[in-house]
T-cell receptor, first 113, second 114 residues
Framework: QKEVEQNSGPLSVPEGAIASLNCTYSDRVSQSFFWYRQYSGKSPELIMSIYSNGDKEDGRFTAQLNKASQYVSLLIRDSQPSDSATYLCAVNMNSGGYQKVTFGTGTKLQVIP | KAGVTQTPRYLIKTRGQQVTLSCSPISGHRSVSWYQQTPGQGLQFLFEYFSETQRNKGNFPGRFSGRQFSNSRSEMNVSTLELGDSALYLC?????????????FGPGTRLTVL
């Protein structure tokens, strides 16, 4: 089992729709979770961080965390073509006594005008 | 506050050469991590440095090495370059690497090996 798993996509949604991106992780005691957006050829950019169970909203983005199910998701409301990118889920995991940021392989999102 | 900076932004080398990449973290950040990203591949973790000590290492051959200086700036070295080393090399920094720390990326160095 991979430490952080994401569906690679591509996930295609029409402009104005809600895009739902999902991520599962293996370390039950992880405490912090992040979503990054990466445009082709560019570096990842932090969108959201979440630490507690429930929802966290920031503009059109909502992160959802369920630690019991080891599941974190990102919802993008009113999707725009400019949201087309790869979305990386990242989890702080214990590694040899230290906290290591572990990334999923990313989900490619395509927003169709 | 200035972000993570990486130099150079682009590099072209030939097989067998060596290369050194540099990363300056966000002011106050003491943890620096390096990643390799190739087309179609996710982020591959190379290593992490904290207070001049390597504390995590990925599954890369010994040709890949790094170091961190007392001002938290970090360098990554790749010796005896191979064609497969062509990639985007990303540096990321965070404050201490604690359980709720957020990691921020630099713009990356695009390395092409001919």
């Amino acid at each position: 089992q991979k430490e952080v798993e994401q569906n690679s996509g591509p996930l295609s949604v029409p402009e104005g729709a809600i895009a739902s991106l999902n991520c599962t992780y293996s370390d039950r005691v992880s405490q912090s979770f992040f979503w990054y957006r990466q445009y082709s050829g560019k570096s990842p950019e932090l969108i959201m961080s979440i630490y507690s169970n429930g929802d966290k909203e920031d503009g059109r983005f909502t992160a959802q965390l369920n630690k019991a199910s080891q599941y974190v998701s990102l919802l993008i409301r009113d999707s725009q073509p400019s949201d087309s990118a790869t979305y990386l889920c990242a989890v702080n995991m214990n590694s040899g006594g230290y906290q290591k940021v572990t990334f999923g392989t990313g989900t490619k999102l395509q927003v169709i005008p | 506050k200035a972000g993570v900076t990486q130099t150079p932004r682009y590099l072209i080398k030939t097989r067998g050469q060596q290369v050194t990449l540099s990363c300056s973290p966000i002011s106050g950040h003491r943890s620096v991590s390096w990643y390799q990203q190739t087309p179609g591949q996710g982020l591959q973790f190379l290593f992490e440095y904290f207070s001049e000590t390597q504390r995590n290492k990925g599954n890369f051959p010994g040709r890949f090495s790094g170091r961190q200086f007392s001002n938290s700036r970090s360098e990554m070295n790749v010796s005896t370059l191979e064609l497969g080393d062509s990639a985007l090399y990303l540096c990321a920094s965070r404050a201490t690497g604690g359980p709720t720390d957020t990691q921020y990326f630099g713009p990356g160095t695009r390395l092409t090996v001919l």
